[in-house]
């Protein structure tokens, strides 16, 4: 069955970057997109962007371009997403999901991620 | 791009319909008919209920639907029953591969 699952829990310190993995699997990899959504404790959920099946393109939101990198290792199949100098904001648990044409339809199981001093 | 706008919290008796209103505008939700529903228990991940306006994925009950009218999509529970309770999430794609979700709104079955 079609899963994707995440790296555990993470807990930063201000400034630091943090980076988080999202191994998909029970699918073909190459035909589909993987978006990368947050939510930060009590709140509604937040695009972030997106990298395509052979991890060459990526699209960014606005809030989150210069400090989010998304990339793939095709070898593993393995999707990473990295967020640069983290802030107490960006406290959240973090999201892939899978893209099928015009919706999420698998998502992960969500990583949390703490920044405090 | 700004979140959707939903109402905070919608109630109702088990048996009973609610109905979620998702606000955008003719570059999200007006723009394309592309408006998908997602429910949240608390600590889990999203599970879609609607795609494209009104498809529902297998597996998701026939209580589940889903309208759009110019920039305000809707998802209207019929037959409301307790694990219905859950935050909603809208979701409209916007163009160049991204999306905008909704702000959320919590469904409590009185």
């Known amino acids: 069955q079609v899963q994707l699952v995440q790296s555990g829990a993470e807990v930063k310190k201000p400034g630091a970057s943090v980076k988080v993995s999202c191994k998909p699997s029970?699918?073909?990899?190459?035909?589909?997109?993987i978006y990368w959504v947050r939510q930060a404790p009590g709140q509604g959920l937040q695009w972030m962007g997106v990298?395509?099946?052979?991890?060459?393109?990526?699209n960014y939101a606005q809030n989150f371009q210069g400090r989010v990198t998304m990339t793939r290792d095709t070898s593993t199949s393995t999707v990473f997403m990295e967020l640069s100098s983290l802030t107490s904001e960006d406290t959240a648990v973090y999201y892939c999901a899978r893209r099928a044409v015009t919706h999420f339809d698998f998502w992960g199981q969500g990583t949390l991620v703490t920044v405090s001093s | 791009q700004s979140a959707l706008t939903q109402p905070r919290s919608v109630s109702g008796s088990p048996g009973q319909s609610v109905t979620i209103s998702c606000t955008g505008t003719s570059s999200d939700v007006g723009g394309y008919n592309y408006v998908s529903w997602y429910q949240q228990h608390p600590g889990k991940a999203p599970k879609v209920m609607i795609f494209d306006v009104n498809e529902r994925p297998s597996g998701v009950p026939d209580r589940f639907s889903g309208s759009k009218s110019g920039n305000t999509a809707s998802l209207t529970i019929s037959g409301l029953r307790p694990e219905d309770e859950a935050d909603y999430f809208c979701?409209?794609?916007?163009?160049?591969?991204?999306?905008?979700f909704g702000t959320g709104t919590k469904v409590t079955v009185l």
């Open positions: 029970g699918y073909s990899v190459t035909n589909f997109h």
């Open positions: 990298i395509n099946p052979s991890g060459l393109i990526t």
């Open positions: 979701c409209s794609y916007a163009g160049s591969y991204a999306y905008v």
